[in-house]
C-alpha cells in the first residue's frame, strides 16, 4: 500500500516536473530530478520543519479553493436547470423521467458536473414541454 502511495505520488511530482520544466521531456529526466527531491526532503525538513506547516497549508488552502469552485459550479448548473425546466414546464416527474432514460439515474445530484451541463444544454436547446421528444 505505502508503495502504491510512493509510486502515485512519485509520478505526479514527475508530471509536475515535466510541465513546469520544459527543458525536460524524457520520463527518464524527470524520474531522476523527482527521485533527488524526494532524497532531499527529509533534510530540508529537519533544517526548516516549517516548511512541511506552510506547504500543507498551501496544499489544503488548493485543494478548498477546488471544492469551493465545484460547489459554485454545481449550484449554478441547478439553478440554471431549474431556470430551463421552469420555462419548459417540466414537472419533477418528467425530468426524472428524461434523466432515467438518458442518463439512468433519478436524481440531477446522481450527475457528475459534466452531466449536468450536457443536461442544461439539453433542456436550454428544447422548446417542447414535453420531455424525450
Same mark, same amino acid.
Given at each position: 500500500?505505502?508503495?502504491?502511495?510512493?509510486? +502515485?505520488? !512519485?509520478?505526479? *511530482? &514527475?508530471?509536475?516536473? %515535466?510541465?513546469?520544466?520544459?527543458?525536460?521531456?524524457? @520520463?527518464?529526466?524527470?524520474?531522476?530530478?523527482?527521485?533527488?527531491?524526494?532524497?532531499?526532503?527529509?533534510?530540508?525538513?529537519?533544517?526548516?520543519?516549517?516548511?512541511?506547516?506552510?506547504a500543507l497549508s498551501m496544499a489544503r488552502?488548493? +485543494?478548498? !479553493?477546488?471544492? *469551493? &469552485?465545484?460547489?459554485? %459550479?454545481?449550484?449554478d448548473l441547478m439553478n440554471q436547470i @431549474?431556470?430551463?425546466?421552469?420555462?419548459l414546464q417540466w414537472t419533477q416527474a418528467?425530468?426524472?423521467?428524461?434523466?432515467?432514460?438518458?442518463?439512468?439515474?433519478?436524481?440531477?445530484?446522481?450527475?457528475?458536473?459534466?452531466?449536468?451541463?450536457?443536461?442544461?444544454?439539453? *433542456?436550454?436547446?428544447?422548446?417542447?414541454?414535453?420531455?424525450?421528444?
Amino acid at each position: 500500500m505505502a508503495d502504491t502511495a510512493l509510486t +502515485q505520488s !512519485t509520478q505526479l *511530482l &514527475m508530471d509536475y516536473i %515535466k510541465s513546469q520544466i520544459p527543458a525536460i521531456t524524457s @520520463d527518464q529526466h524527470a524520474e531522476t530530478l523527482a527521485a533527488q527531491i524526494i532524497a532531499g526532503l527529509p533534510r530540508l525538513f529537519a533544517e526548516s520543519p516549517e516548511i512541511f506547516s506552510i506547504a500543507l497549508s498551501m496544499a489544503r488552502a488548493k +485543494q478548498t !479553493t477546488t471544492q *469551493l &469552485m465545484i460547489s459554485r %459550479k454545481f449550484n449554478d448548473l441547478m439553478n440554471q436547470i @431549474d431556470v430551463q425546466m421552469q420555462r419548459l414546464q417540466w414537472t419533477q416527474a418528467q425530468g426524472r423521467e428524461h434523466l432515467e432514460k438518458f442518463y439512468g439515474v433519478r436524481s440531477r445530484y446522481s450527475l457528475s458536473l459534466d452531466q449536468l451541463d450536457n443536461f442544461l444544454l439539453y *433542456l436550454q436547446l428544447t422548446d417542447s414541454s414535453a420531455p424525450n421528444p
